[in-house]
């Protein structure tokens, strides 16, 4: 670069050079955002990554003492994560500027790849429409993962009389499927209970094997560690995400007769399971201890 083309400013992830000529990779930065897109990927909104952040007492890019989630937001939105430029004119006043003539690859040290960008914007598309913008609760470890084994929709978080259930996506828009549920207490308890089991990771080798380990160790603080529980969980639905591939449950055992719309959801039927596949592993079949 010559030197009427001093750089003004950088995104707050990468460094200047004294002459202001370069930009500079700075590598616990480049760490932290790809952490950041690995957390929105892992299904963590925006106020969740913050929270978790700020848990971790992870520092800012700024003065600022915490993370604030439109920061999180706007990097997770912003192309230059992947070295791309996108020339803006601020002609007419506008004061975000309006593209200007095509994208410049490759222009900002990348810290992530494009995949690792576009993935991301899937994640976030589908978190916002499954949990609203204010996603500081991370009820559901599990969102995005089981499916109902009667008619093969989405298995979603519910509440019933105050107590949260997983239930089919159709018996809450009305349809019918099972009419039935699995309180989500006893439903984590049970899945983490399956995971935690020696018996699965002495099948496993390498690295599969040390990830199901890393996930048990999280399992172990979760009920040992109540203090940074938050973080814990965040760090599991993270982990589920890698390692789960399927997870097909089974509300009302083998046997579900479909039920009217208008009837009451039954909630922890006997002889309710589920069937949970690792990486590309055999599909397992795990019943409740209730
Ligand atoms: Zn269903």
């Not at 890019?61 to 020339?87: K, V």
């Not at 996930?215 to 009920?223: A, E, P, R």
């Amino acid at each position: 670069m010559s030197d009427n083309k001093k750089i003004s400013a950088a995104p707050s992830w990468l460094g200047l050079s004294e002459d202001r000529e370069r930009y500079l990779f700075i590598p616990e930065r480049a760490e932290i955002v790809r952490r950041i897109f690995e957390l929105a990927i892992g299904g963590m909104g925006s106020y969740a990554i913050a929270n978790y952040l700020d848990e971790k007492k992870v520092p800012t890019f700024t003065q600022s003492e915490t993370w604030d989630h439109t920061t999180i937001d706007y990097m997770l939105r912003n192309r230059a994560t992947y070295g791309e430029y996108q020339p803006k004119s601020f002609a007419g006043g506008h004061k975000k500027g309006i593209p200007n003539g095509p994208p410049v690859p490759n222009h900002y040290p990348a810290v992530i790849d494009r995949n690792t960008y576009e993935t991301a914007q899937i994640a976030r598309k589908q978190n916002l429409a499954n949990r609203g913008r204010k996603g500081n609760e991370l009820a559901n470890i599990f969102a995005g993962l089981p499916t109902c084994a009667y008619c093969g929709n989405e298995v979603v978080l519910h509440h019933v009389t105050n107590i949260q259930v997983l239930a089919c996506e159709q018996v809450l828009n009305g349809v019918g499927c099972s009419r039935t549920a699995w309180t989500y207490r006893d439903f984590e308890i049970t899945l983490l209970g399956f995971l935690a089991h020696p018996a699965l990771a002495e099948r496993l080798q390498g690295e599969q094997k040390d990830k199901l380990i890393k996930l048990i160790d999280k399992i172990v603080d979760l009920s040992t560690n109540q203090e940074r529980s938050y973080a814990v969980r965040v760090d599991i639905a993270v982990l589920l995400k890698e390692i789960v591939t399927k997870i097909v449950v089974h509300f009302a055992g083998d046997v579900s007769t479909p039920r009217l719309p208008s009837a009451q959801i039954s909630k922890d039927v006997r002889g309710r399971y589920f069937e949970i596949r690792l990486w590309d592993g055999r599909l397992d079949k795990c019943l409740s201890i209730s």
